[in-house]
């Protein structure tokens, strides 16, 4: 059996993301998402008051989905790297907002695809403010 005392034993691909999840280019890359993640929803939010009895471009649509598996993709990254530390240790707070942003964006990604564009406007609304959520991931 195994020792709990003995320190875990990494992979070779569990180094290689922790490796990748610390590198500047990841941050730096995962950063600019989130900066066009929050232009992208400040310019649906425009559009959607400039043209409120008009359904939203198709392109709204795809960076939804583009931004929503690009977020689950870094999470589910650094979930495997840092395994139960992503919870427990340093930066916790922060991971678990994180965890909790993705979360509700993929649910709102799903919804949009089962509730029709041409539902209740104040369905619409509760589901565009955690779009305000993700802003603050910045």
């Given at each position: 059996g195994s020792n709990l005392l003995e320190p875990e034993k990494k992979s070779g691909a569990r180094i290689f993301v922790e490796r990748c999840v610390r590198h500047p280019y990841f941050e730096w890359g995962f950063g600019f998402l989130i900066v066009l993640n929050s232009l992208v929803f400040g310019a649906q939010t425009d559009y959607a008051a400039r043209s409120p009895s008009t359904s939203s471009p198709v392109v709204f649509k795809v960076f939804e989905v583009f931004f929503c598996v690009m977020f689950t993709l870094e999470?589910?990254?650094?979930?495997?790297?840092?395994?139960?530390?992503?919870?427990?240790?340093?930066?916790?707070?922060?991971?678990?907002?994180?965890?909790?942003?993705?979360?509700?964006?993929?649910?709102?990604?799903?919804?949009?695809?089962?509730?029709?564009?041409?539902?209740?406007?104040?369905?619409?609304?509760?589901?565009?403010?955690?779009?305000?959520?993700?802003?603050?991931?910045?």
């Open positions: 999470l589910s990254l650094r979930i495997f790297a840092k395994r139960c530390g992503f919870f427990t240790k340093a930066g916790k707070a922060w991971n678990v907002f994180d965890f909790l942003i993705v979360l509700i964006q993929q649910i709102e990604v799903m919804l949009s695809f089962v509730i029709p564009e041409t539902s209740t406007d104040a369905l619409k609304q509760n589901l565009s403010v955690t779009g305000l959520l993700r802003i603050l991931r910045l």
